[in-house]
């Protein structure tokens, strides 16, 4: 395996089921982020991980719930979530130094259907 | 606080013609400046990013970019277009220095018609 691998590549679920989402970076990277990508929509950036730390969380509802155990894998634990949460999910990995020049590597996405 | 605009939320062209896709950031000091590539059903893809020096920047697929910095722009060509360039392309900036995240354009779809 290389590069960014996400799982599952789709997913349907209840408003009242709980289901993750997983990724996993096989790039050595030490930095993580979820974006979600909706229709007529820019990226939006979600969660970002940075040595294992939560560095940033642009106000996502508490129904998204991040987990990084390490530096490769990343989940989004997702309970309880409403039809306006059906997207595209994004994981990416950087390889952040002190001058912060990494580019993003993106997994191909995950697409979540709430019924 | 930084952004990133593109021009055209879709732009078409025919085969083999002249390919420019509009980007402009806004930044109180030069910014790295990224183009990504998403086919349907993909994640985005690194085309091509400018960092320091040479502003006229290749990438992959026979893509370029040139920043400008008197204009604030990072607009992407390719002299050719090809079927297999139809995707969405987002141009996305990053602050100097510092792990700010990238900030990405809403994206540009391109059209080739035969």
């Known amino acids: 395996e290389t590069g960014v691998t996400q799982t599952p590549r789709h997913l349907v679920m209840g408003m009242t089921n709980k289901k993750s989402l997983k990724c996993e970076q096989h790039?050595?990277?030490?930095?993580m982020y979820w974006y979600k990508q909706s229709a007529k929509k820019p990226l939006e950036l979600m969660f970002v991980?940075?040595?294992?730390?939560?560095?940033e969380n642009n106000s996502v509802p508490s129904r998204f719930s991040p987990e990084c155990p390490n530096s490769s894998h990343l989940f989004l634990h997702l309970h309880t979530l409403q039809p306006e949460d059906s997207a595209l999910y994004l994981c990416a990995s950087s390889q952040e130094a002190a001058v912060g020049r990494g580019e993003l590597f993106f997994g191909e996405g995950s697409r979540l259907t709430v019924l | 606080a930084q952004s990133v605009t593109q021009l055209g939320s879709h732009v078409s062209v025919s085969e083999g013609a002249l390919v420019l896709l509009r980007c402009n950031y806004s930044s109180s000091v030069p910014p790295y400046l990224f183009w990504y590539v998403q086919y349907p059903n993909q994640g985005l893809q690194l085309l091509l990013k400018?960092?320091?020096?040479?502003?006229l920047v290749k990438g992959i697929n026979g893509f370029e970019a040139e920043f400008k910095k008197s204009e604030t722009s990072f607009h992407l060509t390719k002299p050719s277009a090809h079927m297999s360039d139809a995707a969405e392309y987002f141009c996305a900036v990053r602050l100097f220095p510092g792990n700010t995240p990238l900030v990405f354009g809403k994206g540009t779809r391109l059209s080739v018609i035969a």
């Open positions: 991980y940075s040595l294992e730390e939560r560095v």
């Open positions: 790039l050595g990277h030490n930095a």
């Open positions: 400018y960092t320091t020096g040479a502003t």
